[in-house]
């Protein structure tokens, strides 16, 4: 099991089940190898999970302001059937399920890192006020 308060969580697994849970940050999880079920949890925070192609998904999404995309065909509820169970809470985020190694999956990845790298970064320092301007001459 996984734990944050304040930062992201990311996780690569080949073929394990994932628990991650978080109070303010986005989790991001990769299955590698095949998808044997997921509980992911986050008040403030976008969720991501890409998993395997032909992967068999019961979906159980919890949101209060967020939006849920699939690039795969997933069923919502219980599981039947040989599925594995994707169990998502969040408050305030989107959820995101796609197919790994496809190139919107890599491309979201980068576009994630790039993110939480700029995010790094100190603030820029307050500009000074600029000087006053003389008074224009008067009319004669």
């Known amino acids: 099991e996984l734990q944050s308060v304040n930062g992201r969580i990311e996780a690569k697994t080949g073929n394990a089940e994932l628990v991650a849970k978080t109070v303010n940050g986005r989790i991001i999880a990769t299955f590698t190898d095949e998808f044997r079920g997921a509980r992911m949890k986050t008040v403030n925070g976008s969720v991501e999970i890409s998993v395997p192609a032909g992967s068999r998904i019961a979906c159980d999404v919890h949101q209060v302001?967020?939006?849920?995309?699939?690039?795969?065909?997933?069923?919502?509820?219980?599981?039947?059937?040989?599925?594995?169970?994707?169990?998502?809470?969040?408050?305030?985020?989107?959820?995101?399920?796609?197919?790994?190694?496809?190139?919107?999956?890599?491309?979201?990845?980068?576009?994630?890192?790039?993110?939480?790298?700029?995010?790094?970064?100190?603030?820029?320092?307050?500009?000074?006020?600029?000087?006053?301007?003389?008074?224009?001459?008067?009319?004669?």
């Open 65 to 140: 302001n967020g939006s849920f995309q699939s690039e795969l065909p997933v069923r919502m509820g219980e599981s039947q059937n040989g599925e594995h169970v994707l169990e998502v809470n969040t408050v305030n985020g989107s959820v995101t399920l796609r197919e790994s190694g496809t190139a919107a999956a890599e491309l979201e990845t980068v576009d994630s890192q790039a993110k939480d790298a700029l995010s790094d970064l100190p603030a820029l320092p307050d500009l000074p006020e600029p000087p006053q301007l003389p008074a224009p001459p008067a009319a004669k």
